[in-house]
C-alpha cells in the first residue's frame, strides 16, 4: 500500500513591520520589527529595542507556519534570550501568546499590536484609543518609561499622554457601548472613566464620563499676580479640548463637561481659567460648589478659597 501524501503546512501570514509588545508588567515597553521573511519557508529574522526609541537592543530569528509564530530575541549586549510563540489574529494587527526566558519570563502572557494600524476598541473604564493627528505625541504608564505614539494605539486608562508638541484623538466607550472621540492638544493628562447619574430629558439616567485630568506645569510666581487675573496669572499649564462626546477635563480647582465644542482648561495663579472658543460647556467651581454655562466666547475662573 502506498503512504498517504504528507499533508502540506498552511502558508505563512505577513508579519512584517513593527509591532510593540505588552506583558502586562513583568517586561517594559519593547518594539520588535520583522525585516525579511521567506514565504516558503516561514523563517523570519528582525531586530527590536526596550523602551523605543533607545534602550537596550536585539536580534531576532523563528518562524511563521500559518498564523502561528515562534521567534527568539537574543539581547546584543549578552547572552540573554527570551522566546515568544503566539497566534496572529485573521486581520494581521495583533499577537496574542507567550513569552519565556528560562528564569522570571515562564509562559508569560503577552500581546503584541502592529504600530500603525488600528488598534482594536476601547473597553468602558479599562482602555482608551490614542492615535497622533499632528506633531508628536507621548504616553508614561504607572511602572514604565516614556514611548513615542505612533499612529493609533491602545493604552489602559491611568496614563498620562503628553500632547505639549502635537494633536491626540482620544477614543473611548460609552454607557451604551458606543464610541465617542475628542481632540486634545497642548498640554498633557491622565483619563478615567466615571458613572454619573445625571438628568437627561427630564430622567435621571446613569452616564459613563471620560475624565482627563490636567498633568501640567504648576503656576509659578503666583506672590506677584493680582487675584489670577491677567498676563501675570498665565504661569501653568494649559489644555485644549474639541469633539463631542461624554468628555469632561479637570484642573484643580474646576472641571469642565462638554457639549460639543472647542474649549481650554488652564491652571492659573488665582485657579483654574475656563475658555470656549466654540460651543457650550458646563463648569463645575469646586470652591463655591456651583455650576456654570459657558458659551462660545465667554471665560470663567475657579478661583482658589
Given at each position: 500500500m502506498c503512504a498517504a501524501p504528507a499533508a502540506a503546512s498552511a502558508a505563512p501570514v505577513d508579519v512584517r513591520g513593527t509591532w510593540d509588545l505588552d506583558c502586562g508588567g513583568p517586561c517594559g515597553p519593547q518594539r520588535h520589527t520583522f525585516v525579511t521573511e521567506d514565504f516558503t519557508t516561514g523563517?523570519?529574522?528582525?531586530?527590536?529595542?526596550?523602551?523605543?526609541?533607545?534602550?537596550?537592543?536585539?536580534?531576532?530569528?523563528?518562524?511563521?507556519?500559518?498564523?502561528?509564530?515562534?521567534?527568539?530575541?537574543?539581547y546584543d549586549s549578552s547572552s540573554y534570550a527570551v522566546t515568544v510563540n503566539g497566534t496572529v489574529s485573521p486581520d494581521l494587527q495583533t499577537i496574542t501568546g507567550t513569552a519565556s526566558d528560562g528564569g522570571a519570563l515562564n509562559n508569560t502572557p503577552i500581546t503584541m499590536h502592529k504600530v500603525g494600524s488600528a488598534a482594536p476598541d476601547p473597553q468602558a473604564k479599562k482602555t482608551a484609543n490614542v492615535e497622533v493627528k499632528s506633531g508628536e505625541a507621548s504616553v508614561k504608564c504607572p511602572?514604565?518609561?516614556?514611548?513615542?505614539?505612533?499612529?493609533?494605539?491602545?493604552?489602559?486608562?491611568?496614563?498620562?499622554?503628553?500632547?505639549?508638541?502635537?494633536?491626540?484623538?482620544?477614543?473611548?466607550?460609552?454607557?451604551?457601548?458606543?464610541?465617542?472621540?475628542?481632540?486634545?492638544?497642548?498640554?498633557?493628562?491622565?483619563?478615567k472613566q466615571v458613572t454619573e447619574t445625571q438628568t437627561v430629558k427630564?430622567?435621571?439616567?446613569?452616564?459613563?464620563?471620560?475624565?482627563?485630568?490636567?498633568?501640567?506645569?504648576?503656576?509659578?510666581?503666583?506672590?506677584?499676580?493680582?487675584?489670577?487675573?491677567?498676563?501675570?496669572s498665565v504661569v501653568g499649564g494649559h489644555l485644549w479640548g474639541k469633539g463631542k462626546g461624554r468628555f469632561r477635563t479637570r484642573g484643580r480647582r474646576g472641571a469642565a463637561a462638554v457639549r460639543g465644542t472647542n474649549w481650554l482648561t488652564e491652571e492659573r495663579c488665582g485657579g483654574t481659567f475656563f475658555q470656549v472658543k466654540e460651543g457650550v460647556v458646563t463648569v463645575t467651581d469646586f470652591t463655591l460648589n456651583k455650576t456654570v454655562i459657558l458659551k462660545k466666547g465667554k471665560s470663567y475662573l475657579a478661583r482658589n478659597p
Open positions: 523563517a523570519i529574522t528582525g531586530n527590536g529595542t526596550t523602551e523605543p526609541p533607545s534602550g537596550t537592543t536585539w536580534t531576532e530569528s523563528g518562524t511563521v507556519t500559518g498564523s502561528d509564530i515562534q521567534f527568539t530575541a537574543t511602572g514604565q518609561s516614556e514611548t513615542p505614539l505612533q499612529g493609533e494605539e491602545q493604552i489602559k486608562l491611568g496614563c498620562r499622554v503628553n500632547t505639549t508638541a502635537g494633536v491626540v484623538g482620544l477614543t473611548t466607550q460609552n454607557e451604551k457601548g458606543a464610541l465617542q472621540t475628542a481632540d486634545f492638544y497642548e498640554g498633557a493628562f491622565v483619563p427630564g430622567k435621571k439616567v446613569k452616564v459613563l464620563i471620560t475624565e482627563l485630568k490636567l498633568d501640567v506645569a504648576k503656576p509659578t510666581g503666583c506672590k506677584t499676580a493680582k487675584k489670577g487675573i491677567g498676563p501675570a
